[in-house]
Protein backbone atom coordinates (compact mmCIF):
# COMPACT_ATOMS: atom_id res chain seq x y z
CA UNK A 1 0.00 0.00 0.00
CA UNK A 2 1.65 3.59 -0.55
CA UNK A 3 1.40 6.15 1.77
CA UNK A 4 -1.26 8.07 -0.08
CA UNK A 5 -3.54 5.12 -0.02
CA UNK A 6 -2.73 4.46 3.64
CA UNK A 7 -3.98 8.34 4.26
CA UNK A 8 -6.74 7.41 1.89
CA UNK A 9 -7.81 4.46 4.29
CA UNK A 10 -7.05 6.62 7.30
CA UNK A 11 -9.69 9.41 6.27
CA UNK A 12 -12.44 7.07 5.56
CA UNK A 13 -11.70 5.46 8.94
CA UNK A 14 -12.36 8.79 10.55
CA UNK A 15 -15.27 9.40 12.78
CA UNK A 16 -17.66 12.14 10.97
CA UNK A 17 -17.19 14.99 14.08
CA UNK A 18 -13.31 14.25 12.73
CA UNK A 19 -12.99 14.97 9.46
CA UNK A 20 -13.42 18.94 9.44
CA UNK A 21 -10.32 19.00 11.62
CA UNK A 22 -8.77 16.12 9.66
CA UNK A 23 -8.87 18.61 6.75
CA UNK A 24 -7.68 21.66 8.60
CA UNK A 25 -4.92 19.59 9.31
CA UNK A 26 -4.13 18.11 5.54
CA UNK A 27 -4.43 22.04 4.32
CA UNK A 28 -2.05 23.56 6.71
CA UNK A 29 0.16 20.52 5.99
CA UNK A 30 -0.40 21.05 2.14
CA UNK A 31 0.39 24.78 2.49
CA UNK A 32 3.41 24.53 4.62
CA UNK A 33 5.66 25.02 1.97
CA UNK A 34 4.46 29.17 1.40
CA UNK A 35 6.43 31.92 2.56
CA UNK A 36 4.57 32.75 5.55
CA UNK A 37 4.37 28.77 6.53
CA UNK A 38 6.98 27.31 9.12
CA UNK A 39 9.92 24.87 7.42
CA UNK A 40 9.27 21.53 7.61
CA UNK A 41 12.36 19.87 9.01
CA UNK A 42 12.95 16.38 9.92
CA UNK A 43 11.91 16.67 13.52
CA UNK A 44 8.47 17.82 12.13
CA UNK A 45 8.16 15.18 9.72
CA UNK A 46 8.73 12.58 12.06
CA UNK A 47 6.79 13.72 14.60
CA UNK A 48 3.78 14.02 11.76
CA UNK A 49 4.60 10.07 10.71
CA UNK A 50 4.02 9.48 14.64
CA UNK A 51 1.01 11.13 14.91
CA UNK A 52 -0.34 9.07 11.62
CA UNK A 53 0.97 6.18 13.36
CA UNK A 54 -1.21 6.46 16.41
CA UNK A 55 -4.53 7.27 14.57
CA UNK A 56 -3.57 4.37 12.50
CA UNK A 57 -3.21 2.47 15.85
CA UNK A 58 -6.24 3.89 17.31
CA UNK A 59 -3.98 5.75 20.40
CA UNK A 60 -5.81 8.42 20.19
CA UNK A 61 -8.60 10.22 21.46
CA UNK A 62 -11.78 12.81 21.18
CA UNK A 63 -10.78 15.99 22.08
CA UNK A 64 -13.49 16.55 24.58
CA UNK A 65 -12.29 13.55 26.18
CA UNK A 66 -8.70 14.92 27.06
CA UNK A 67 -10.29 18.16 27.45
CA UNK A 68 -12.41 16.67 30.78
CA UNK A 69 -9.54 14.31 32.09
CA UNK A 70 -7.31 17.49 32.02
CA UNK A 71 -9.57 20.23 33.51
CA UNK A 72 -9.55 22.52 30.48
Known amino acids: MTTKEALHQLV ?3 A ?3 TDL ?3 L ?3 LRNADDIDGPPL ?4 LT ?3 RGLADI ?3 RVKPLNDYEREHGL
Do not use: H, I, K, P
Open 47 to 49: SLD
Open 16 to 18: DEQ
Open 12 to 14: EEL
Open 26 to 28: LED
Open 56 to 58: SAG
Open 41 to 44: DAEA
Open 22 to 24: ACA
